[in-house]
């Protein structure tokens, strides 16, 4: 069955350094990924999507790379802020006919002061 | 800003009874979501519509759930009867098609506990 996998165990870093997330994927090949942030107790916000053939996406101080060889995402926050400190969700579609996204377990990123 | 509005935000309810959520979403947003996440877990799709029509509800448990969207608008979800592993936030979410390079938008959720 189609599995998506995300570190379930939180990541914390210093102020101005880079975050990396990661997600993982088996069992099918979804040709559009996106990246949600969610805050506590509050829905997910769209951050960026990437489809199969970019490698490599970005938004002001977020990068996203999408190798389908690998089966991977990883998602980068550069010069990561306290404020940056939340659960961060992939979603990937399930190329099947009807569009539906199947979303990841979530990494919840703390940035410390 | 527009938002996808979702009432109410909090529900406490007894085992075996019946509770519905309503959903409101971003004006002109053909397609309309029902997420149910769970604390610690991504949210997992209940239900999606395109317009007024079911378009996916595989993963809606049918016996005690139910969904609708008349006139293609707001939509309600409902529970009857509510069980205690039904506690859960539930998002509703919005897109203005059903195609895979749109966003969806979410509302701020109903968080749900089953007493």
């Known amino acids: 069955s189609q599995k998506i996998e995300q570190n379930s165990e939180a990541l914390n870093i210093q102020e101005g350094k880079t975050a990396t997330l990661t997600c993982n994927y088996t069992?099918?090949?979804?040709?559009?990924l996106q990246w949600y942030r969610q805050d506590p107790g509050r829905g997910p916000v769209f951050l960026l999507l990437i489809r199969e053939n970019e490698k490599e996406k970005r938004k002001e101080r977020l990068k996203v790379t999408f190798d389908t060889t690998l089966k991977q995402s990883l998602f980068h926050i550069t010069a990561s802020q306290p404020a940056d400190s939340a659960t961060y969700l992939c979603a990937l579609d399930r190329a099947s006919g009807t569009y539906k996204y199947i979303f990841g377990t979530g990494t919840r990123l703390k940035v410390l002061a | 800003e527009a938002e996808v509005a979702q009432s109410p935000r909090y529900k406490i309810t007894e085992k075996s009874q019946a509770v519905a959520f309503w959903c409101d979403p971003i004006s002109g947003h053909a397609t309309l979501y029902w997420y149910r996440q769970i604390l610690g877990q991504g949210p997992e799709l209940l239900v999606q519509f395109q317009d007024e029509s079911v378009v996916d509800d595989s993963q809606l448990p049918k016996d005690r759930f139910s969904a609708e969207r008349l006139k293609g608008v707001d939509s309600t979800l409902k529970i009857q009867p509510a069980e205690l592993g039904d506690s859960a936030m539930y998002l509703c979410?919005?897109?203005?098609?059903?195609?895979?390079?749109?966003?969806?938008?979410f509302g701020q959720g109903t968080r749900l506990t089953v007493v």
């Open positions: 069992n099918y090949s979804p040709a559009y």
């Open positions: 979410a919005s897109s203005l098609s059903e195609s895979e390079n749109t966003e969806a938008f």
